[in-house]
Nanobody, 129 residues
Framework: QVQLVESGGGLVQAGGSLRLSCAAS????????MGWFRQAPGKEREFVAV?????????????YYADSVKGRFTISRDNAKNTVYLQMNSLRPEDTAVYYC?????????????????WGQGTQVTVSS
């Protein structure tokens, strides 16, 4: 069983920055693909970013981003701390959402939220104009 706890959300003005953290329990954190998703009111949960695990076909911690955040957000992981981060810069009002951390994606369909086995409780990010 894996438990994920997000932190770092809050209220920020447009153009500002936030760094989200997701702390994971479990001894095999380094073997998990880790993703960030977000969900705005009345909208479906959408893919934000993903970082691969440190081995296999996705060796080296490869990263992928949604087009809407590419160049502004950076996902990273610290396996020693069992933590994945999402650095968010140049925030826009349309980035306002609850942000969720997700772990373990056996199918390889990393852009689809329902292919992850574990989820955090979410952290609210609000960007004011």
């Amino acid at each position: 069983q894996v438990q994920l706890v997000e932190s770092g959300g809050g209220l920020v003005q447009a153009g500002g920055s936030l760094r989200l953290s997701c702390a994971a329990s479990g001894r095999t954190f380094s073997s998990y693909t880790m993703g960030w998703f977000r969900q705005a009111p009345g909208k479906e949960r959408e893919f934000v970013a993903v970082i691969s695990w440190s081995g296999g076909r996705w060796s080296g911690g490869r990263t992928y981003y949604a087009d809407s955040v590419k160049g502004r957000f950076t996902i990273s992981r610290d396996n020693a701390k069992n933590t994945v981060y999402l650095q968010m810069n140049s925030l826009r009002p349309e980035d306002t959402a609850v942000y969720y951390c997700a772990a373990e994606n056996p199918s390889g369909r990393v852009y689809e939220w329902n292919h992850y086995n574990y989820w955090g409780q979410g952290t609210q990010v609000t960007v004011s104009s």
